[in-house]
């Protein structure tokens, strides 16, 4: 029994002194690890999920783009429907002009321009017009004295309607003025309710022996 036990350290002891001198004196060099199958495929997946993760910290991320938020609708300006436009020439009261309405003046059927008259006499100045808008003259519509002497006359009232486009005789009964020298009066037609609109037309006469220009 004992020399078994010498034996088995004499075998020990021939051992390591091989091993110590096939390693050059003590530098034992470091043994190569062996895996096995299941090791080497942890190893395979930690290494997989690892470079994963990697990738995906590297990846940049897809934020979403910001949606835009329309501005809200202005509202529309309001339109106009009426009233006085500002800095707009307002017409003088009675000088309104209707749009559809037109007179013409054509010629002196009597009393020409400059007729020599005595004071006080009397007379009938007629001028030829044409109603010259697209409208008819209607009945009530007035010719009146919108300037200088009347010579003693009246707004003459129509008293039938006038075609568009028909000419007419306008004729007013006057009386010369006293006094001597040019005199001149201005007409004009206007509707029924004031709005003047057409040519304005003019008798002059020259009363006694008073000259002209």
Known sequence: ML????????????????????????NVPEATPTYTVNQIQTYAVATFSSALTLTAIAAPTNTPAATLTP????????????????GAAT?????????????????DVSIPDNTQMDPAETFTKTWKVQNSGSCAWESGFKFQNTGGSAMGASALTLSSTVASGATYNISVPMTAPSATGTVRG????????????????FVQIVVGSASYP
């Open 3 to 26: 020399k078994t036990r010498l034996m088995k350290v004499q075998i020990l002891f021939a051992l390591g002194a091989i091993l110590i001198a096939s390693c050059g004196g003590g």
């Open 71 to 86: 501005l809200s609708t202005l509202p529309p300006l309001a339109t106009s429907t009426g009233g006085t436009v500002l």
């Open 91 to 107: 017409a003088p009261v009675g000088a309104t002009t209707a749009s559809c309405y037109g007179l013409t003046f054509m010629s």
């Open 186 to 201: 201005n007409w004009r037609m206007s509707t029924a309710t004031g709005q003047f609109f057409g040519d304005e037309v």
